[in-house]
């Protein structure tokens, strides 16, 4: 406005060259020199303006049909540290982490293609957007592709995160209310689905990897307790260190009565003659004990097998502390895999993640778009202002007549 | 007959509209580093230098970006936004000023001088985000952009929007001459609300409140919409931005076609 009348007051400055020649210029009066101008200007204002503004309120009153709205709004929680951490109570910070990726994966999805397919399974969406319920201008064309499908969809539908209280909301446009509440809560539904298998794959995730490290400790434990019992059988000897013992308590004794004996002997000799029957049995006796130990040492240590194909004991005890050796090792590993499996199992259920709905879908009672009046409103004073700086430009070039 | 002449006269007058635009932009170039021997590639090399050494700074300040894998790509999205509107804020500001000798001429306008400036800088800043993103792209910092028609409308709409600060600067350093000091005050804090290094929707609702007023912050964001993959805004607005930059430019206008008379000229 400020415009217009910026220029009517200086109309004598600004004459246009070669439009008319001095009769006109001095036979009417400037007003009628300035018309060809504003005419212009009004005529540009009609078509940028009025024309367009018109024009879409003539197709939001009597065409635009009415878009019903049903939404639902949901926290993603997690089982563990529901007020228990004392730093998120004190700073008010959100510290579940894992759920806000959630969050996001969940908007994600909202808009992707899977939700897109899944829907179109339990929903007629094609025929639902593409159906004459639709005007012209809002509907799906029918038998458009899948990515159109989705880009249309992505119109459709609202979503939203609050990063603060961790809340996610969603929308959805139907072409009428019962569709509405019936996509929305599809669309919840799959939301639902979406946490729980998340959090069962991270769950199983989780687990998966205690439970290898269990079987590969069983696996280990089995395989000492074979060789154990594999030994046990070619060796003939349950218990290796335990005939060592008896066998050198074997030995003991047989040296202690050498000992006593050799004492008995030693004794005799003094009262008895040399060559005395007495003495004599005596000494073969000792003779006999000498060798029998002599005997049961070789056996213990050396390195000869016997008959029976068996090691010696000393080889045979060496082979069996090994063995036992390892399965200790193995036995405290298989332990410790088992206690850490019931740990990540214990951790694996507190970060169970679920869907806390908080509002659900309810069938709309009023259409909610088109915001007719908002939308006129908004298109006229867009137009009007590009309108105006276009016409302030188109000034600003004529200004080089002056 | 007279329809004819009156498109003819128009024709005549874009024909010499576009003769003053293009000499000035010209002149332009050859005035500011008239002495130098790279001449107006000074204008190009000294905000890539200072961008690339702010990059090299946050990328050891904050060491991960904010999103994405490249911290340079992350700030320079954000960096080259708001300098392309930072600078047209205030470089049109003394446009006028600094051609007044050649407002003597008839046929140069104030409106002339401001268009043929801000016309340079959103070209040179052209130019300079070619340079910033071929380099990183060429260094492996980056990939093009996903959507290229959205950088360029970012682009455009953050011209437009420098622009409108630009033209209200140059009224009121006209009409007031301690507006000199005081704009650049007001255009400082931009640096720290317009999210050059970070996502404004990870921050908590309550400064998205305010921060969502900024419209630097949105141009900033939707550059990072066009040119991330997978950047999701949910505060971007593109109306509020639009709507914003066009008022300006038309307050601006308005503004210069008021002042007109009281002695502007």
């Given amino acids: ?402 | 007959m007279r329809s004819a002449t009156i498109s003819d006269s128009w024709r005549a007058l874009a024909a010499l509209q576009m003769r003053v635009a293009a000499s000035l932009i010209l002149r332009e170039t050859r005035a500011t580093f008239g002495t130098s021997h790279l001449g107006y590639l000074w204008a190009i090399i000294t905000p890539v230098a200072s961008i690339v050494l702010l990059t090299v700074i946050f990328t050891y300040a904050a060491r991960h970006p904010p999103f994405g894998t490249s911290l340079a790509l992350f700030f320079a999205t954000g960096i080259i936004m708001l300098q392309l509107v930072l600078r047209l804020a205030e470089s049109l500001m003394t446009a006028v000023e600094a051609n007044r000798a050649l407002l003597a001429y008839p046929p140069i306008k104030r409106t002339d001088v401001l268009f043929a400036r801000a016309i340079l800088i959103v070209l040179t800043y052209l130019v300079i985000a070619g340079v910033i993103y071929g380099g990183l792209i060429a260094l492996g910092m980056a990939t093009p952009p996903a959507h290229l028609e959205d950088v360029l409308f970012a682009f455009v709409a953050a011209s437009l929007l420098g622009t409108g600060m630009g033209l209200i600067n140059a009224m009121l350093l006209n009409r007031w001459d301690s507006w000199r000091r005081i704009a650049p005050i007001l255009t400082k804090p931009l640096f720290f609300i317009s999210g050059v290094f970070f996502v404004p929707d990870y921050l908590p609702p309550q400064i998205i409140e305010w921060l969502q007023w900024n419209p630097v912050l949105h141009a900033i964001e939707w550059t990072r919409e066009g040119y991330y993959p997978g950047y999701e805004s949910q505060v971007l607005d593109k109306t509020f931005l639009l709507l914003t930059s066009l008022i300006l430019v038309f307050i601006g206008l308005a503004a210069e076609r008021l002042t007109r008379r009281n002695g502007g000229l």
């Fill in chain 1, 1 to 402: 406005m400020s415009i217009a009348t910026g220029e009517e007051a200086k109309p004598k400055l600004v004459p246009l060259p070669g439009t008319v020649g001095g009769v006109l210029l001095t036979g009417r009066t400037p007003a009628s020199r300035l018309r060809p101008r504003h005419r212009i200007l009004f005529a540009s204002f009609v078509i940028c303006v009025l024309l367009p503004a018109f024009l879409s309120a003539v197709y939001y009153v009597a065409f635009a049909s009415d878009r019903y709205v049903a939404g639902a709004g949901f926290a993603i929680r997690s089982t563990e540290a529901t007020g228990t951490d004392m730093i998120g109570a004190i700073t008010g910070l959100s510290t579940a982490h894992s759920t806000t990726s959630d969050a996001y994966i969940l908007l994600k999805y909202l808009g992707s293609r899977d939700i897109v397919e899944r829907l179109s399974q339990d929903f007629p969406l094609q025929e639902h957007y593409s159906s004459e319920e639709a005007d012209w201008l809002m509907r799906l064309d029918e038998g458009s592709s899948i990515e159109n499908l989705v880009n249309y969809w992505n119109r459709r539908i609202h979503a939203n995160y609050n990063s603060a209280s961790g809340i996610v909301t969603f929308e959805v446009e139907a072409f009428d209310p019962v569709a509405a509440e019936r996509l929305a809560s599809l669309v919840l539904a799959y939301c639902r689905d979406m946490v729980n298998h998340l959090s069962g794959e991270a769950r199983r995730d989780a687990v998966a990897f205690s439970a290898a490290e269990v079987e590969r400790a069983e696996g280990r434990l089995k395989t000492v307790l074979e060789a154990i019992r594999q030994f046990r059988e070619t060796e003939q000897s349950l218990d290796p260190a335990g005939s060592a013992r008896i066998r050198l308590e074997l030995v003991g004794g047989l040296e202690r009565q050498l000992a006593d004996l050799r004492a008995r002997i030693s004794a005799l000799q003094a009262s008895l003659d040399k060559d005395a029957p007495s003495l004599r049995s005596l000494t073969r006796q000792a003779e006999a004990l000498e060798q029998q130990i002599a005997r049961e040492r070789a056996g213990m240590t050396a390195h000869t097998a016997d008959a029976a194909g068996s090691a010696t004991l000393s080889n045979q005890l060496a082979v069996y502390e090994t063995l036992e050796v390892e399965r200790s090792f193995a036995q405290q590993y298989y332990a410790s895999a088992l206690s850490s499996l019931e740990t990540a199992r214990i951790n694996a259920d507190r970060h169970q993640r679920y869907l806390a709905v908080y509002s659900a879908p309810v069938v709309p009672e009023q259409a909610a778009y088109p915001r007719r009046v908002l939308n006129i409103l908004l298109l006229a004073a867009g137009l009007t202002l590009v309108w105006a700086i276009g016409a302030l430009i188109g000034y600003a070039v004529r200004d080089h007549l002056r």
